[in-house]
């Protein structure tokens, strides 16, 4: 699902089971700089926000992290976008998605 998301552990994933989800900015690790670097990441269930990670520009954070996911019975039988948006604070909002069948 793009080079900036790192992948689901499984593409398939059980209703109301917590599964990661591990992101990284770029093939090579985004700067981190105090005059460039990403601001945050945000995940989203399709369009329904489900976290967030910020970040300082000092360079003591990695552009990566985990977010332990689980998403409801109700959408047993679906599959659902999970939608990663980087914001860079030179280049803007940068952004990449996986689908995910709930079984």
């Given at each position: 699902?793009?080079?900036?998301?790192?992948?689901v552990l499984k593409?398939?994933?059980?209703?109301?089971?917590?599964?990661?989800?591990?992101?990284?900015?770029?093939?090579?690790?985004?700067?981190?700089?105090?005059?460039?670097?990403?601001?945050?990441?945000?995940?989203?269930?399709?369009?329904?926000?489900a976290g967030m990670?910020?970040?300082?520009?000092?360079?003591?954070?990695?552009?990566?992290?985990?977010?332990?996911?689980?998403?409801?019975?109700?959408?047993?039988?679906?599959?659902?976008?999970?939608?990663?948006?980087?914001?860079?604070?030179?280049?803007?909002?940068?952004?990449?998605?996986?689908?995910?069948?709930?079984?």
């Open positions: 699902a793009g080079d900036r998301m790192g992948g593409e398939k994933v059980n209703a109301g089971e917590v599964f990661p989800v591990e992101v990284r900015i770029g093939k090579t690790l985004h700067p981190m700089g105090s005059q460039h670097w990403i601001e945050n990441i945000k995940i989203a269930i399709g369009n329904e926000p990670l910020t970040f300082q520009p000092q360079g003591y954070l990695k552009p990566e992290g985990k977010f332990n996911l689980a998403l409801d019975e109700k959408l047993k039988g679906k599959t659902v976008s999970l939608v990663v948006q980087a914001h860079c604070n030179l280049h803007g909002i940068w952004e990449s998605y996986v689908n995910v069948e709930v079984a």
